[in-house]
């Protein structure tokens, strides 16, 4: 049973547009929240966090929003560049450390230009 | 500071046999955190370690085992090697383990059983 879906495999967007990619969750004790990007051939790269005593945090061009009662989180790419084709990974944590994450399976984000 | 090293970072293996994958952490990290990619079932957390002492652990059977040493850094082991277990295994650090903080990854294992 997964407890982190990302239910879009891929999302592809033109340069300077709105990235939007969602990811739900179903164990309502997660309290940390986390994006990560990843190119082929290299470890996830960190992007940003959230904490569940939080709606919102952003980090340049980067938003990650968490609505607790759906159980969804989303993060906002803006502007998107072509930079950003990736794979997007959603994960979360229940220990106090952060570690342990559970990923979602990832969506494929190309940008064109 | 350098970044989270693995290695070797390609390896064959055939089903049977044993292997062993090695983590260096980021200078000062403590924490070891070891996940396991593969096309279908993504990425799953496999352990944790820290302080030399295994702190969290994931839904795999016992063939896949890990340590760490006094200097943070970490092995990972699987005996008895399958099929399914060709996937690319991902080390990731963190520092002190006390509070919410980042975990980095380093750039993984492929290994290929065959």
């Known amino acids: 049973d997964q407890q982190v879906k990302q239910n879009s495999p891929s999302l592809s967007v033109q340069e300077g547009r709105i990235s939007i990619l969602n990811c739900d969750y179903t164990n309502s004790m997660f309290d940390y929240f986390l994006w990560y990007k990843k190119y082929p051939a290299e470890g996830p790269t960190f992007l940003i966090s959230?904490?569940?005593?939080?709606d919102k945090n952003e980090d340049g061009r980067f938003t990650v929003f968490l609505n607790k009662s759906a159980k969804h989180l989303s993060l906002h790419i803006v502007p998107s560049q072509p930079g950003d084709s990736a794979v997007y990974f959603c994960a979360a944590s229940l220990n106090q450390a952060g570690t342990a994450l559970i990923f979602g399976k990832g969506t494929t984000l190309s940008v064109s230009s | 500071k350098a970044g989270v090293t693995q290695t070797p970072r390609y390896l064959i293996k055939t089903r049977g046999q044993q292997v062993t994958l090695s983590c260096s952490p980021i200078?000062?990290?403590?924490?070891v955190s070891w996940y396991q990619q593969t096309p279908g079932q993504g990425l799953q957390f496999l352990f944790e370690?820290?302080?030399?002492?295994?702190?969290n652990k994931g839904n795999f059977p016992g063939r896949f085992s890990g340590r760490q040493f006094s200097n943070s850094r970490s092995e990972m082991n699987v005996s008895t090697l399958e099929l399914g277990d060709s996937a690319l295994y991902l080390c990731a650090s963190s520092s002190d383990g006390r509070r919410k903080e980042t975990q980095y990854f380093g750039p993984g294992t492929r290994l290929l059983v065959l």
């Open positions: 370690y820290f302080s030399e002492t295994q702190r």
């Open positions: 200078s000062g990290h403590r924490s």
């Open positions: 959230i904490s569940s005593i939080k």
